[in-house]
T-cell receptor, first 115, second 115 residues
Framework: AQSVAQPEDQVNVAEGNPLTVKCTYS??????LFWYVQYPNRGLQFLLK??????LVKGSYGFEAEFNKSQTSFHLKKPSALVSDSALYFC?????????????FGTGTQLKVEL | EAGVAQSPRYKIIEKRQSVAFWCNPI?????LYWYQQILGQGPKLLIQ????????DSQLPKDRFSAERLKGVDSTLKIQPAKLEDSAVYLC?????????????FGSGTRLTVV
């Protein structure tokens, strides 16, 4: 089965500093990888995805992610963090097992950006 | 375009009672998903519909959970009888029919508390 792992429950960073939220994946075949963000009492919002092509993917709100096949990683990054980036971030992989076309999510990483 | 609509936003019930959630996907989206998100965990797929047919319900606790998507548009998810461990946020998502690479849009969710 396809899976992703987010090794950090929480990441703290000062506003203006770069941030990284880590994700590693385990898939058979080519991975389709996604990042979503969830604000309190809100649904999941799409940030970016990697399907094929350039290993550096740019997404919404200034976020980007780097696909690294040798390290099976897909870390989320932003050059300069904002307090408003504080939220819960999920890495996900497209999973075709069971005959469907679903997303399998990691456990999430709480990002806290402080002044 | 209008997003994925879900209702109610919040629901509190006693254990052994029944509850139903409603979802209206984005117009034209043939695929509809119900996810369960328990506090501190990533969302987990319960059921996937393609039009009004079930594609994947392998993780749906069928002794107490049921879902339907009559006419291939909106959908209801029911729990009967509810258990304490069903306390979670229930997320509905939809995607267009030709979405091998993603395109999932999530609703804001229904937060269920079973007491």
């Amino acid at each position: 089965a396809q899976s992703v792992a987010q090794p950090e429950d929480q990441v703290n960073v000062a506003e203006g500093n770069p941030l990284t939220v880590k994700c590693t994946y385990s898939v058979s075949g080519n991975p389709y990888l996604f990042w979503y963000v969830q604000y309190p009492n809100r649904g999941l919002q799409f940030l970016l995805k990697y399907i094929t092509g350039d290993n550096l993917v740019k997404g919404s709100y200034g976020f980007e992610a780097e696909f690294n096949k040798s390290q099976t990683s897909f870390h989320l990054k932003k050059p300069s963090a904002l307090v408003s980036d504080s939220a819960l971030y999920f890495c996900a992989v497209r999973d075709l097992t069971g005959g469907g076309n679903k997303l399998t999510f990691g456990t999430g990483t709480q990002l806290k950006v402080e002044l | 375009e209008a997003g994925v609509a879900q209702s109610p936003r919040y629901k509190i019930i006693e254990k052994r009672q029944s509850v139903a959630f409603w979802c209206n996907p984005i117009s034209g989206h043939a695929t509809l998903y119900w996810y369960q998100q328990i506090l501190g965990q990533g969302p987990k797929l319960l059921i996937q519909f393609q039009n009004n047919g079930v594609v994947d319900d392998s993780q749906l606790p069928k002794d107490r959970f049921s879902a339907e998507r009559l006419k291939g548009v909106d959908s209801t998810l029911k729990i009967q009888p509810a258990k304490l461990e069903d306390s979670a946020v229930y997320l509905c998502a939809s995607s267009p029919p030709d979405t091998p690479s993603g395109g999932y849009t999530f609703g804001s969710g229904t937060r269920l508390t079973v007491v």
